[in-house]
């Protein structure tokens, strides 16, 4: 099983800073990597697919980069509404696996 | 639209059975394959299961975890997703997801959730 390493495991950041949480995989999975934004009692909700591919209607302040193993997700201005657990999830291959989630709270 | 709308969570003993249904509307269900995903309380994100889609002629795999005790199912005809689950345990509680895969692979679009609470 490839296995998805995200860090930090919690961060605390204050509205209008730039964050980055980062997602290792055990093997390459070239670009097949998505992250999700989780709000308490709500469901996940895909912002990143493809590695760098922005979902449709999530805010240009999120993007994603990166190949192989390493890959990161960045919020170039945090605004109230980020403030959530993020999970990277990869596809390459099965079972699919996902991150142990980075917890985005406020500073 | 795209709507998922999972049913049949519940309280049910160790060594139980229970079976959860997703109705599915807005798409062509058997073009897509749809997943179980689950959520442990406090926890995060665990694939459960996958059913590929029509031309995959609804291959279906399932984490090791659940292998031998959980079966996905669909029927094309109710639009509908189905997660027999038995021998459960506790560590089956949790909050189940059915998810649409997108053609890149990635989850789509979510349902909302059925909560399963496995105790004695």
């Known amino acids: 099983d490839i296995q998805m390493t995200q860090s930090p495991s919690t961060l605390s950041a204050s509205v209008g800073d730039r964050v980055t949480i980062t997602c290792r995989a055990s093997?390459?999975?070239?670009?097949?990597l998505a992250w999700y934004q989780q709000k308490p009692g709500k469901v996940p909700k895909v912002l990143i697919y493809?590695?760098?591919t922005l979902q449709s209607g999530v805010p240009s302040r999120f993007s994603g980069s990166g190949s192989g193993t390493e890959f990161t997700l960045t919020i170039s201005s945090l605004q109230p509404d980020d403030f959530a657990t993020y999970y990277c999830?990869?596809?390459?291959?099965?079972?699919?696996?996902f991150g142990q989630g980075t917890r985005l709270e406020i500073k | 639209e795209v709507q998922l709308v999972e049913s049949g969570g519940g309280l049910v003993q160790p060594g139980g059975s229970l079976r959860l249904s997703c109705a599915v509307s807005?798409?062509?269900?058997?073009?897509?394959?749809m997943d179980w995903v689950r959520q442990a309380p406090g926890k995060g994100l665990e694939w459960v299961a996958r059913?590929?889609?029509?031309?995959?002629?609804?291959?279906?795999e399932y984490a090791a975890s659940v292998e031998g005790r959980f079966t996905i199912s669909r029927d094309e005809s109710m639009n509908s997703l189905y997660l027999q689950m038995s021998s459960l345990k506790t560590e089956d509680t949790a909050v189940y997801f059915c998810?649409?895969?997108?053609?890149?692979?990635?989850?789509?679009?979510w349902g909302q959730g059925t909560l399963v609470t496995v105790s004695s």
């Open positions: 493809k590695a760098s």
């Open positions: 998810a649409r895969v997108a053609k890149t692979y990635h989850y789509e679009n």
């Open positions: 999830q990869q596809y390459k291959s099965d079972p699919i696996t």
């Open positions: 093997q390459s999975i070239v670009t097949w």
């Open positions: 807005g798409f062509t269900f058997s073009d897509h394959y």
């Open positions: 059913s590929r889609d029509k031309g995959n002629i609804y291959s279906t």
